[in-house]
């Protein structure tokens, strides 16, 4: 299991786990992130820059620090 701040552009994983406060679990969990939901890095901003983040056909910016909240696994590409 790895966190979603660490998968590479490209790469494909399933959340396993979200691990934040209740007010950014509701929040993440508003936009779509929920245990068991396939995704997908599309791109980062240069220097640990915010992630845009591909769930099923809707995109998130997501900032690196709750990208560390949430737990994955990967798929072997």
Same mark, same amino acid.
């Given at each position: 299991?790895?966190?979603?701040?660490?998968?590479?552009?490209?790469?494909?994983? #399933?959340?396993?786990?979200?691990?934040?406060?209740?007010?950014?679990?509701? &929040?993440?969990?508003?936009?779509?992130?929920? #245990?068991?939901?396939?995704?997908?890095?599309?791109?980062?901003?240069?220097? /640990?820059?915010?992630?845009? #983040? &591909?769930?099923?056909?809707?995109? #998130?910016?997501?900032?690196?620090?709750?990208?560390? &909240?949430? &737990?994955? /696994?990967?798929?072997? /590409?």
């Amino acid at each position: 299991m790895q966190l979603l701040s660490q998968l590479k552009i490209g790469q494909q994983a #399933v959340i396993s786990a979200i691990e934040a406060d209740e007010m950014l679990f509701h &929040r993440l969990s508003a936009l779509g992130f929920r #245990v068991g939901k396939p995704l997908s890095i599309i791109r980062q901003a240069n220097f /640990n820059g915010p992630l845009q #983040v &591909r769930l099923g056909t809707t995109d #998130v910016i997501l900032r690196s620090a709750e990208a560390a &909240r949430i &737990r994955i /696994n990967a798929h072997a /590409n």
